[in-house]
Structure formats: C-alpha cells, structure tokens
C-alpha cells in the first residue's frame, strides 16, 4: 500500500502528463461555459428560481417556488446558490458555480482516496474517468442538488472504509460530519447508501461488530444531528406536518413505492443509462463489468462494487426512475473501471467507443434534421426547425479533429493508455461545454429566457398557459401564475396551444414558444341570435 504521508505535489510531478490532463479535463467539464447556456428546465429553472425566491423573501428555512412552499429539496444547495449569487448576481454562471465546485471536489476526493491505497496514477485516473464521464459532466455544470450530493455520500463512504480499514476514529468522524450535510442536501438517501454499502461489506467479511460500533459511535451521532437538526427542526416548527407530508413522503417514501410525474420503468431502466452515462469510457466499463469475479477478491474494489451494486439494484426496484438516481453508487464503478485498466492490451479497442462516439457527434445534425417530420410533437418540431445551421463549420471541424486525434492515438506507443483515455475524455467534455450544451439550451431555453427579457423590458405581466417553465419566472423577476388566460393578460404558451386562445396577438414567436396578448373577441361574435 503507498504511504499515506507521501508528498502530493512530488507524487504529481511523478505523473505530470495524467495530472495535466485531469486539471484540463475538469476545466472542460465543468467551468468552461458554465454561464453561457440559459437555465435549463424543469430541474434547473426550479432550483434557481427556489433560490431567487429565498433571497427575495429574506427566508433562509423555508423554500418556495412561484410563491408555493417547495418540500423536493433540503436546503443546503439553496444556501449555497443564494451565496452564489449574492456574489456574482442572478446570472446562470452563479446558479451553477456551487455545482461546478462541489464536483470538483468531488473529484478530488475521489483521487486522494484512490492515492492513499493505490497510488498516484491509478488516483488520477479514477479521479478522471470520474470527471470526464459524459453523465457526471452534465450533472456537475447543472444548477441542481446531485453534485452536491454525490460529493458529500462520496466523502461519506470513502471516509466510512478507511476507517473501517485503519480504524481511526477521525475517519469514522469525517463520514459522520459528511452524512450531516447529506441530509441538508437530499435526505434519507444520504444515510441509507453508506449506511448500506458498510452493512454489506462488514457482513462479507464477518465483522459486523466494526459496523455496529461505528453506526452507534455518540460522537459522530452527535456531530450529524448537530449539522442537520437544527435545519429539520427550525422547518417543522414553521410548516407542521405539511412539512413531513411533502418531504418525508412524498418525495421520499412514494417516490420509491410507486412512479411519480410518469418517471417509472422497467427492472432494466438503467443499463442503458449506464453505458450513455460513462461514455466515451465504455471499455473500461465493460472490462469491469467483465472482471467482477476477479475484482472481488480484492478488498477495495470489493467494496466499491458493492456501493455500485446496490445503488444500482435499490433504484432499479424503485416505482420512480430518473437517470441521475444511480449516480450515487457511480463513484465505486469508476474506481473499479481504473483498478481495472492494466488488463486492458489493446489501447485501439479501448480507444474504440470514443472513435465512434465523436464521428457519431459529427453525424448528429444530420440525425436531428432527418427526425424532425416524424415527431409527433408539433413542439418539438418548431423547436428543431433549422437546426442543422446552429452547429456551424467550427462543430464539424472539432469533431473530425477528435475522430482523426483519438485514431492517431491508437497508434501512438509512447504514451499509456491512462493518458489515453482521458485525453478522449477531455473531448468529450470539451464537445459538450462548447458546442452540445450551448446548441440544445439554444433550441430550448433560449426562447424562454428572451420572452421573459422582453416582458420585463416592458413591464408585462404574464401567465403560463399550457407549460411549466421555472426559467422563465427566474428571467421575468416576478411570480408568473400558471392558468388559463383570460382577455387582457399576457400568456406564455407553446405555439401548439395558439389554437385555445383564437384571439390573440403576438408579441414574440421562436422554436415553439409564444408570448401573446390574449384580446377580447370581436363584437360581432358576441351577438346572438334571437
């Protein structure tokens, strides 16, 4: 095992190539563009608008959306968003700031903890396969709570082996002080993962006994409910049981036993997410996958596939299904995927998918131009329109200069496939800051947030007809009721709803989106026959 007071810094001069990149590839995938895409919604709207609202309110305890008490969340990530803010303005960049540095942490934490018991490079790559995969690239620039939380359970769980390994009470401390925080960010999930993951694995190696003394440790009891009591507390003194209804409940206890909102599933919802979620990294996700038996016999990768495996499995059970759900247990995969690299010998196989996925990124206009007469949603048609001229010559260059950079790489002998891999990585993350992202909020906020400038420009009071959009209320500055319009008002709609309102003016139209003035009907139409 490497030492643990080994020098950092001289470790990273050790492995300067592996070190570059993971600091590049976090740029990429998390700060680069971070404030040029507008919000997008549902998740992101609802959040930062929560969080407009906190600040606008002065209530730092409770949180509302358009003017109703808002139970999804704890609220840690509001506090940290409204910080944000109060720093930076109500911009996007400040909504999604404590995203972009929770993963990076995140991250970090991933490979101080690879390093302590592996090493430096299998440190840096665990900690790159991590931040370069395309699902942890999209949760870590989005104003939403699950960076956050995956840094903090990350911080819970690995905190929870070393001390199970080293027996050190600090450790045993951090995971506790980490759990704390967890339950301000999301809740019960926070303690049932490591709680879960720890049972499993003490049972396996028939050690209950360290278990049961760690979970009942009063200190680190203590230390938890000293971080997230009060908040608890403070909240059920001002909202009652309506409180525990709506969190505790609803969004926790239904949301596993049957489907919410219509996000449900089949058993096998999730592996496709899995391999989309990894990309461009899916050889070495096979290649784990492949070799769990001889994993198993190792302690620390043992581990880490039984936080995987039973993230992966509770979720697959539960009646709600949303793609981000397994990223909690996603971590321990990583670090099972770079444990596992040495086996891999062919550096073109394993260069393969990222080949394959750039060229298919190259195809992609193509693709959304040719699908767009057999949508059924007229929506989403409007939306699409022209959309092949948002991605532009620079688009098509940078995806043939990923295509023929990553087969030039299969070639070249002189650098490890460590080094390979996250240099592909890096692409992928650079595709998704500069050109994927920008081009889809483009195509789908980027209507809204210009609706909402124009009503505030002119100090029009609207209402949402027919859509939910939390974006738009965040823009706008004010609460936007969501009703039917009636003669007078302002109405924000999709341009397929232009038929419920026959008389109407238009006031701005683009990809689907419209902001009318609803008028009265014509005098005639009011006659009626005797």
């Given at each position: ?458 100090n029009w009071h609207a209402v949402m007809y027919g859509l939910n959009t939390p974006s738009y209320i965040v823009y706008r500055g004010e609460l936007t009721p969501r009703r039917d319009p009636v003669p007078g008002d302002i109405a924000l709609t999709k341009t397929k709803r232009l ?32």
């Amino acid at each position: 095992m490497p030492a643990p007071d080994r020098p950092l810094f001289a470790d990273l001069r050790a492995s300067p190539l592996l070190a570059t990149l993971l600091v590049v590839g976090i740029a990429l995938a998390f700060f680069v563009g971070l404030g040029n895409v507008p919000l997008f919604d549902l998740d992101e709207g609802a959040f930062s608008e929560a969080t407009r609202e906190m600040l606008e309110r002065g209530d730092y305890i409770s949180t509302f959306l358009n003017g109703e008490p808002r139970y999804d969340k704890p609220v840690l990530i509001y506090w940290l968003q409204a910080v944000s803010v109060l720093a930076f303005g109500v911009t996007e960049f400040a909504f999604r700031l404590p995203s972009a540095i929770c993963a990076t942490v995140w991250v970090a934490i991933v490979f101080l903890f690879v390093r302590r018991l592996r090493g430096t490079e299998a440190g840096l790559l665990a900690a790159g396969l991590t931040a370069t995969a395309a699902g942890v690239t999209v949760i870590g620039r989005a104003a939403i709570a699950d960076a956050l939380l995956n840094m903090l359970i990350t911080a819970a769980i690995t905190s929870a082996y070393l001390y199970i390994t080293e027996k050190d009470a600090r450790w045993l401390r951090a995971s506790f002080i980490a759990i704390g925080f967890g339950l301000l960010a999301k809740g019960p999930v926070a303690v049932l993962v490591p709680l879960a993951t720890t049972f499993i694995y003490c049972a396996l190696k028939r050690d209950l006994k360290t278990w049961f003394r760690a979970v009942f440790d009063w200190r680190g009891i203590a230390l938890m409910l000293v971080i997230a009591a009060p908040w608890y507390a403070a909240q059920y003194a001002k909202e009652g049981d309506a409180f525990v209804r709506g969190f505790l409940m609803k969004h926790n206890v239904e949301r596993f036993s049957a489907p919410m909102h219509g996000f449900d599933g089949s058993l096998f919802f999730y592996v496709p997410w899995l391999f989309g979620a990894t990309l461009p990294h899916v050889v070495p996700l096979l290649n784990a996958l492949r070799g769990i038996p001889r994993a198993w016999a190792d302690d620390l990768q043992r581990f880490c596939l039984i936080w995987f495996g039973f993230v992966f499995a509770f979720f697959s059970f539960s009646g709600t299904k949303l793609p981000h759900y397994v990223f909690y247990g996603y971590t321990g995969l990583f670090i099972v995927m770079a444990l596992q690299v040495p086996r891999l010998k062919s550096h073109a196989l394993a260069l393969l998918p990222a080949t394959l996925v750039f060229a298919a990124l190259a195809a992609l206009p193509f693709g959304l131009e040719a699908a767009i007469p057999g949508l059924r949603d007229a929506y989403y048609r409007e939306a699409l329109t022209d959309i092949r001229a948002q991605f532009g010559p620079a688009y098509y260059a940078c995806t043939a200069l990923l295509v023929v950079g990553t087969i030039a790489l299969m070639r070249v002998t002189s650098i490890g496939l460590p080094a390979k891999l996250l240099a592909t990585g890096a692409g992928m993350a650079a595709m998704f800051a500069v050109f994927i992202l920008p081009i889809a909020g483009e195509a789908q906020q980027a209507p809204i947030k210009e609706a909402a400038l124009l009503a505030r420009a002119n100090n029009w009071h609207a209402v949402m007809y027919g859509l939910n959009t939390p974006s738009y209320i965040v823009y706008r500055g004010e609460l936007t009721p969501r009703r039917d319009p009636v003669p007078g008002d302002i109405a924000l709609t999709k341009t397929k709803r232009l038929v419920d309102i026959p008389h109407h003016e238009i006031l701005y139209r683009r990809h689907g989106i419209a902001l009318v003035r609803v008028l009265p009907p014509p005098a005639d139409a009011k006659r009626t026959t005797p």
